[in-house]
C-alpha cells in the first residue's frame, strides 16, 4: 500500500470518527434532517478523499472501496455508544410520532438489523458507485483529448 493510501485512511479514520463523534455528543440535541445530513457526511468525505488521491495519483486504487467499510465500521460503533449511554432512546422518543394517519417511527436502535443492512448499503453502493463515477469520468476526458490529438496529427499529415 502506497504512502498516499495510508494517508487517505488515516484521514478516512479520523474525519469518520469525528463527524460520528459530534453526532454521539449532540444527538439529543439535534433536529431530524441534520441527523441525516450527518450521516452522509461520511460519503462526502470519502468521496473527496478518493477523488484526491485518484487526481495526485491517476492511478484507481483498489483499496479505494475499503473507505466505506471504514464508514460502517465507525457506525457500528457510534451505534453501539450512543444505544449504551441512552441518547438514542431520548433521539427515539423524540422524533417517534404519530399524528392521524401518518406516523414517523425511529428504529429501536441504530444497531437494529434493518438499520445495519441500510447503513451497509448507503455506505458501501453509493461510495462504490461515486468512485467509478469519479474515477471513469477522469479516464473519458483523457481519452476525449487523446482522440483529439490523435485527429489532430491525422489532419496535418
Given at each position: 500500500m502506497e504512502n498516499v493510501t495510508k494517508n487517505t485512511?488515516?484521514?478516512?479514520?479520523?474525519?469518520n470518527c469525528l463527524v460520528f463523534l459530534i453526532l454521539g455528543i449532540f444527538l439529543d440535541k439535534m433536529s431530524l434532517a441534520f441527523v441525516l445530513i450527518m450521516l452522509?457526511?461520511?460519503?462526502?468525505?470519502?468521496?473527496?478523499?478518493?477523488?484526491?488521491?485518484?487526481?495526485?495519483?491517476?492511478i484507481v486504487n483498489k483499496y479505494h472501496y475499503l473507505l466505506p467499510l471504514i464508514s460502517f465500521l465507525t457506525y457500528i460503533i457510534f451505534g453501539n455508544i450512543v444505544k449504551n449511554n441512552g441518547k438514542w432512546d431520548?433521539?427515539?422518543?423524540?422524533?417517534?410520532?404519530?399524528?392521524?394517519?401518518?406516523?414517523?417511527k425511529i428504529a429501536?436502535?441504530?444497531?437494529?438489523?434493518?438499520?445495519?443492512?441500510?447503513?451497509?448499503?448507503?455506505?458501501?453502493?453509493?461510495?462504490?458507485?461515486l468512485t467509478k463515477i469519479m474515477t471513469?469520468?477522469?479516464?473519458?476526458?483523457?481519452?476525449?483529448?487523446?482522440?483529439?490529438?490523435?485527429?489532430?496529427?491525422?489532419?496535418?499529415?
Open positions: 485512511y488515516i484521514k478516512a479514520i479520523i474525519l452522509v457526511i461520511p460519503l462526502i468525505i470519502n468521496a473527496v478523499l478518493i477523488k484526491k488521491e485518484f487526481d495526485a495519483t491517476h431520548v433521539f427515539k422518543n423524540a422524533y417517534s410520532k404519530d399524528v392521524g394517519q401518518m406516523s414517523v429501536n436502535s441504530p444497531v437494529d438489523v434493518s438499520q445495519l443492512i441500510f447503513s451497509l448499503i448507503m455506505y458501501v453502493a453509493i461510495g462504490y458507485l471513469s469520468t477522469n479516464k473519458n476526458s483523457k481519452n476525449k483529448v487523446r482522440n483529439k490529438n490523435a485527429s489532430r496529427s491525422k489532419s496535418f499529415e
